[in-house]
């Protein structure tokens, strides 16, 4: 009997809307058995989540998701089961929550540019975490402030790629990435390939390949990102490649995510779990 896993969520530390204790007491009483929090570039919620979860009574791994440059695009490499106090890890994630203050700066000063004055300061207001600044604090002001009826239609209208509130920034690269968590012993995830804006799918098998020979572990193969047939095609490529699957919710907070904590299905038959790697 497997246990039930959520490996990829969010809290206050980050731009979730719970705070870690909270997070982790909604997972426990979903169902949830183990659990990974995985804010943004950051680790200073683990230590709470992780006293939160043994009250609860459930199992919890370290996490983290890391904002990486890879080609033109922007993707994310969930960091699991690592000593949170690694010198070199956290150096590395205070690195790439700096960069976050002057992207911030560009996405207020394109938004004014387009005729939104002031969404820097406004989006200061929603952060929760000091020093993390996140698109999704300028969507809750964007909401705030009247511009757009909900955060999801703020990404459609504004904050991506060829909208007015999207620049370009330069995150980790993908080896240094996979570098900080192996160096902290932990496993390295491609979160939610199926998000990505690749070129087809040679596009998305050089992303895999990239991965790999970066020393990648795993492929998030079930995501509320994809659909079941998304799912499927993520866990063969990954059999393909000798890396193992993930699972998670990415639950943000409630009315705002696509699935609550353990919403999840079981992993695809006849594939290695991520946490035989742990
Ligand atoms: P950032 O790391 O600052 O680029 O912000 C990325 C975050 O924005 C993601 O982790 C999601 O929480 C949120 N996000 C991105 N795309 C969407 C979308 N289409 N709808 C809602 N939230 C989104
Ligand atoms: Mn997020
Ligand atoms: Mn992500
Ligand atoms: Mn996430």
Known sequence: MTLRYDLHCHSTRSDGLLSPSE????????GVEVLALTDHDEVCGLEEARHAAAAAGIGFVTGSELSVSWEDLTVHVVALDFDAADETLNAGLTSIREGRTGRARRIGDALAAAGIPGAFEGALRFVTSEKLVSRTHFARWLVEAGHCRDVKDVFKRY??????GYVEHEWATLPQAIGWIHGAG???VLAHPGRYKVNGEAGMAKLL???TAAGGDAVEVLSPSHTAVQSAQFAAHARLRGLAASTGSDYHGPGESWLDLGDLPPLP?????????F
């Open 23 to 30: 997070v982790v007491r909604r997972a426990a009483s979903r």
């Open 159 to 164: 904050l991506v790629p060829g909208k007015p």
């Open 269 to 277: 038959a006849g594939i290695e779990p991520v946490w035989s790697r």
């Open 209 to 211: 390949d990239d991965f």
């Open 186 to 188: 932990g496993v390295a």
